[in-house]
Structures are given as C-alpha cells and as structure tokens.
C-alpha cells in the first residue's frame, strides 16, 4: 500500500502547511509560558508534565491530521475511526493536562466565554452534545456531505474537537470552576456513560450488512473526498494517467470489511481511552484511604487500674 500511496505526492503524504502550523502552536506555547510568561505577570514555568503532555499532544495532532494517515481517512474507514478516537478522545486530554491553568483562566473566564461554558459544562449537555454530533457525524447523508465539501469536513472537525474539550471538563477541568463533577463515584457514572452513548454509531456502522458511506463506496464521491487532501493538478493527473477507481486499488479488503473494522477499532480504542481515565479515578478515589492507619482508641486512664 506504502508504494501506491506515494503516487499521491509529497504534499497529499505530509501536509508540509500543516506541520508548520503545528510547529506555530508548539513556538507559541514556548514563548507564552516560557520568555513572554512574565508579560503576563506570572512567574512559575510549565512543568515538565504539562510540556511532555503538551507537546506529546502536537505530535499526536500531526500523525492524525498532517501524516499519510490522513490521506489514508479518505481511502479506508478503519484509517478514518483511528483518527477520530485520537484525535477526540485522546488529543483533547494532553493538550488540557499540558497547557497551565492560568492560560486557560484568562481565555475561558472572559465575561463573553464564562456563562457560555458554564452552560456547555453541565455534565448532562456536555454528554450529550459530544456523543450526539460524533453520532450525527456517522450518519450516511451527514458524512458523505462532509467528505465533498472543504468547508463541512474542516466546520465539523472543529466543532467535534470542541466538544471533545468540553465533554471532558465536567470532570476533569483545568478550571475548578467548570469541573462540576467532584464525586469519584459520579465521575464514573459519566464516564461509563460516554461508553454507552458512542455505542450506537458503532454498532450501526459494525453490524450494517451493506457499505453505508459513499465515500468509501462510489468512485465519484470517493475521488470527491481525496480532493480534500490531494492537490487538484495531482489528483486530475492520477485520474487521468492510472484511471484509480476506488479504495479497493489501496486495500486488500473490501468496504464491508473496512467499514466493520473501522467500528470496532473505534470501540475499542475508546474503551481503552476510558478505561485508562477509570483507573485514575479509582485511583484518586481508594488510594488516599488505602494510606490511612486508624488511629489507636484513646486510652482512659481510670480503666487502667
């Protein structure tokens, strides 16, 4: 597949603009928190964790948007479900782990953004909203649009990675005020309640007995979606010079069993991702407690005699 792929080019493979944005946002957090940081009247550095956490989640952004994984999203679905599980459940978690709180106070508690997130942080919304546009997403008619359309595919990936912020910080934000979860309990529940609310887009796409996305189906929207990450004088050559007709030309499976695996990799690697928040709630919850030695009962003196 390697060999095939690189008849798309250099560009389509490693989205060179991208990866100077990426390093943009990696320059900028270097100097905000780092020579710039006391504009802002703060003195203590990033940590060593939230620069690992943070650059790590560069990295992640980079192989899920601007490496040939990319252009793979728009040949398999099983390429397209690994992308999105990174890049809305995992990426969101570093870059708030890595990114300080006072950073995300002077943008998130502006008088204009406060009673906004206020909102969109009631665990109950933020649930819903994330799980419910992810399922949105995955709806034939929804996906396909996004595929054929710049505008629609970069509009709903950013709104997608904005609730994939905001899901997370009724529980774990970087800003007290919006963690509105405090119970280790109830963190669980919600977290187990995330499972069971992606559930139903993967299992539509898992046990579907037809291919569902003409994206990955039609040859005409198929190339429609390559245009997305293919320059059009690159593409319009491959069309006309190799007569590529389908994802078939890049994979050993057919789009049933594309699509399949593409759900149940999704599934999984965000059962994996929850889990590992699971434990570390667990964690939090029991290891204080395993720590504790009761005190000795006090002695009363009369009954010593």
Request: hydrophobic share 50%; glycine share 6%; aromatic share 16%.
């Amino acid at each position: 597949m390697w060999l095939n792929l690189q008849l798309f080019g250099f560009r389509a493979l490693w989205s060179p603009y991208f990866f100077l944005f990426v390093v943009a946002l990696g320059v900028t957090y270097f100097l905000i928190t780092g020579p710039l940081r006391h504009k802002f009247g703060v003195e203590e550095k990033p940590t060593t964790k939230q620069q690992v956490f943070f650059y790590s989640g560069l990295i992640l952004l980079y192989i899920v948007k601007g490496s040939p994984i990319d252009l793979l999203t728009h040949i398999t679905l099983t390429a397209h479900m690994i992308q999105m599980a990174i890049y809305l459940i995992i990426f969101p978690i570093f870059i708030v782990k890595g990114i300080p709180v006072w950073i995300w106070e002077r943008v998130l508690l502006r008088p204009f953004i406060r009673p906004i997130i206020k909102v969109l942080t009631i665990p109950l919304i933020s649930i819903i909203l994330f799980n419910g546009l992810f399922s949105l997403y995955h709806l034939p008619a929804i996906f396909d649009l996004t595929k054929s359309s710049p505008v629609f595919h970069t509009s709903f990936h950013v709104l997608l990675l904005i609730f994939g912020f905001l899901v997370w910080f009724p529980i774990m934000s970087p800003v007290k005020e919006f963690e509105q979860i405090k119970q280790p309990l109830w963190k669980i529940f919600y977290i187990f309640g995330n499972s069971v609310l992606i559930t139903p887009a993967c299992v539509l796409i898992i046990f579907s007995d037809v291919p569902l996305f003409a994206a990955y189906s039609s040859t005409g929207a198929w190339i429609q979606a390559l245009a997305l990450c293919v320059p059009s004088d690159v593409l319009n050559g491959l069309t006309s010079t190799f007569a590529i007709s389908g994802p078939e030309m890049f994979s050993s499976m057919s789009t049933l069993e594309d699509q399949q695996l593409g759900g149940v990799i999704m599934k999984i690697m965000q059962e994996i991702s929850y889990g590992v928040i699971l434990a570390k709630v667990f964690y939090a919850w029991f290891s204080p407690e395993t720590l504790k030695i009761d005190p000795l009962p006090a002695t009363n003196s009369h009954d010593t005699n």
